[in-house]
Nanobody, 124 residues
Framework: QVQLVESGGGLVQAGGSLRLSCAAS????????MGWFRQPPGKEREFVAA???????YYADSVKGRFTISRDNAENTVYLQMNSLKPEDTAVYYC??????????????????WGQGTQVTVSS
């Protein structure tokens, strides 16, 4: 069983930056595609970014050019660097692992394991 633990969330002013981390244990991290999703208050969970084993990355249009996903297989960790944060980025952020690494990584159903989430609040 894979466990995913997010960290790095918090309160930041608009225009600021945060780096989220997601540490994986209990599985073979280097064989998983990884994704970040978020759930704003009162809304559905939505795709933010994903990274394949190949290193190919994908982003939601709303975060392109501001957020960067990366992974460190030696540390079993995936990161989400968030710059130029906006109040509309306020959400609980979740990381997720996909054992198969094929298909559309923007879809929640692709993922097999989820973290518990970390709150990001951006003040205006």
């Amino acid at each position: 069983q894979v466990q995913l633990v997010e960290s790095g969330g918090g309160l930041v002013q608009a225009g600021g930056s945060l780096r989220l981390s997601c540490a994986a244990s209990g599985g073979t991290f280097s064989t998983y595609a990884m994704g970040w999703f978020r759930q704003p208050p009162g809304k559905e969970r939505e795709f933010v970014a994903a990274i394949r084993l190949s290193g190919n990355t994908y982003y939601a249009d709303s975060v392109k050019g501001r957020f960067t996903i990366s992974r460190d297989n030696a540390e079993n960790t995936v990161y989400l660097q968030m710059n130029s944060l906006k109040p509309e980025d306020t959400a609980v952020y979740y990381c997720a692992a996909d054992q198969e690494d094929y298909g559309g990584l923007e879809y929640i159903i692709e993922y097999d394991y989820w973290g518990q989430g970390t709150q990001v609040t951006v003040s205006s």
